[in-house]
């Protein structure tokens, strides 16, 4: 009889545990001057890309603002292989108007690249509204419409570019696939622009500055899902992946390092 007990007992466990995993949603949080903006984790790998371009780029704070604000509109940060008449990509460029081919347009790194060529042409656009500026950097038909998502580019824009250390988080589920060190070493230096070493399923680095170093940390978190991140440490604080209360918040380790030290640890296997 105890013996049934125990297997009706596991099997409900077992049930139940399926059943939340079916019901989970993953998704990512960016919390910056009291603000909350949500995000599947796909949105927010792109943001954090975009952003990492203005960090490597040394652009003000207001052009990745800009930049997202402006992907949010035309993709909702995703890298759309369609669009209206020849628009691709994060920010719907044409061809068609000399944004590039279709293949550098469908790069995330040449189209956010090509994005911030036209922004810093447009004199004094720190200061001017969003929609004048990403009127003059699109030619969009609705350029009223991005002002609608300048408070949601702020927030993403503070807390992927270190302004707002421990603001993003995202909860997700067991890594699906996990990329080797060298890759995300490369995409640190092509995205970011900062040096890391690979060493084993660990990827480490020390940035210019705490902020510098945030930047970074959140940029691997952003990207966790893609790359197969499962716990990132900036400093005295650490993210781990999950979908609980853990990827909820930034914990504090039982070993701190020093502000600037940031280490990225990946998954050692996938579960896809």
């Not at 949080?29 to 949500?38: E, I, L």
């Not at 067991?174 to 070493?197: E, I």
């Not at 197969?228 to 209360?245: E, H, K, P, S």
């Amino acid at each position: 009889m105890l013996a049934l007990v125990v297997a009706v007992v596991v099997a409900g466990l077992a049930a139940f545990r399926t059943v939340t995993q079916t019901l989970f949603v993953p998704g990512c949080d960016a919390t910056a001057s009291g603000s909350t903006v949500s995000f599947s984790p796909e949105q927010t790998a792109n943001a954090a890309l975009i952003s990492a371009v203005s960090v490597k780029r040394g652009l003000p704070l207001r052009a990745a603002t800009i930049a997202l604000a402006t992907a949010i509109q035309e993709s909702k940060l995703r890298n759309l292989t369609v669009g209206d008449r020849d628009s691709l990509g994060l920010f719907q460029q044409r061809p068609s108007q000399g944004w590039g081919t279709r293949e550098q347009i469908l790069d995330p790194v040449y189209a956010t690249n090509a994005f911030y060529d036209a922004l810093v042409k447009v004199k004094g656009y720190e200061s001017m509204p969003i929609t004048v500026v990403a009127q003059q950097v699109q030619r969009s038909a609705f350029p009223e419409a991005y002002a609608d998502h300048e408070q949601e580019g702020r927030v993403l824009a503070s807390t992927l570019t270190g302004r707002s250390p421990a603001g993003l988080v995202c909860r997700l589920r067991p890594a699906q696939q996990v990329v080797a060190g060298r890759d995300v070493v490369a995409d640190l230096a092509a995205q970011l622009g900062v040096t890391a070493a690979a060493g084993g399923s660990q990827v480490t680095l020390t940035g210019p500055d705490a902020e510098g170093a945030w930047a970074t940390g959140h940029w691997a978190v952003a990207r966790a899902e893609a790359y197969g991140i499962d716990r990132v440490q900036v400093g005295d604080r650490v993210w781990q992946r999950g979908d609980g209360d853990s990827a909820k918040t930034w914990s504090v380790p039982a070993t701190a390092a020093a502000p600037s030290a940031v280490t990225i640890r990946l998954a050692t296997s996938a579960t896809g």
